[in-house]
């Protein structure tokens, strides 16, 4: 085996993809014999844990996989010289893959990794998941109109991913012998929807902070990783100070569709939102967004809820 073969680099924020590539390796391992798959967050599995496992091998399959999610968590300097001399030294029957939302992690670690086994999956265009939304329905044998595809985008997380777990629901419910629209598509996403960080942000808009602990609580449960949940709030209060913008100006239907705020239900929490906030509390949410984002990157031992309670706590304080 060439050296550090065994070992990929997966980064970026287009989950879909990701587990696409993840998948192709798996099948291709599987192809060898028994595989066994071992699945590590960093930041709640030890590096040494992680890396004596990697080293015992297996009893019973012919080979393993090791997929290490969250791996921008790896910043002491013990930890990654600890897995860098394990990648350097693989087994020829054990293979690991580092996983990230971020488009980085240790250097060090980055070094390692053989150029060909390194890839960042970034987010598609929005022409690009209109398209694929499109593709989709017209495998399925429905027809979708524009509105509906807006609808769907502005209301499931953006990645491919996403996007094919909620729009194979809606299969589910739409007739193939009409024409989903926004409204439809609306009505069934919401009927469907599971908890996401834009489900939080809902909670928020309307002030209600004991829906919001819920939320969170239920987010972290499912092993959401803070940093995607920051980054999608963050989307969330720079729109919120977009559509205030657009509000005070007087702005039109095509004004807030240019915002991302056109669906019924973005409307409604939008409008909910720009009530209890102004633009000075806005930018407010954001900054302390950030601040928390950073807070819970660099804190390995405060538990990740009471951070997130506390931060929920200060945004919902920060509304009129």
Known sequence: MDKNSGSWLFLGPEIGEKQAAISQIRKNLSQRGELEETVYYAGETAVSIMVSAMRNGSLFADSQLFCVKCAEEIKKKE???????????????????????????????????????????????DSKKAEWVETFFRREGFRIRKDGTETILELVENN??????ECSRLTVF????????????????????????????SRIAAGDFSRSLESSRMLLAAKEAPPAIFAALASCFRKLISYIAVKKS????????????????????????????????????LALTAEYDMLLRSSSSFPEQILMDRYLFKIHSLGV
Do not use: M
């Open 174 to 201: 739409l007739d193939k012998d009409r024409e989903i629209t926004g409204e439809e598509a609306e009505k069934w996403l919401s009927h469907t929807r599971e908890e996401s960080p834009f489900t939080l942000f």
């Open 250 to 285: 007087g702005g039109g239907d095509e004004e807030y569709r240019k915002i991302g705020v056109y669906s019924p239900g973005a409307k409604r929490d939008y409008s909910a939102a720009g009530r209890r906030y102004d633009t000075t509390r806005a930018e407010a949410c």
């Open 160 to 165: 491919t991913e996403a996007l094919k777990r």
């Open 79 to 125: 930890d990654i010289d600890l897995l860098s001399s394990c990648l350097q030294s693989q087994a020829d029957n054990s293979f690991v893959i580092l996983i990230s939302e971020e488009t980085s992690i240790s250097r060090t670690l980055e070094k390692i990794i053989a150029p060909a086994n390194k890839r960042i999956f970034w987010e598609l265009s």
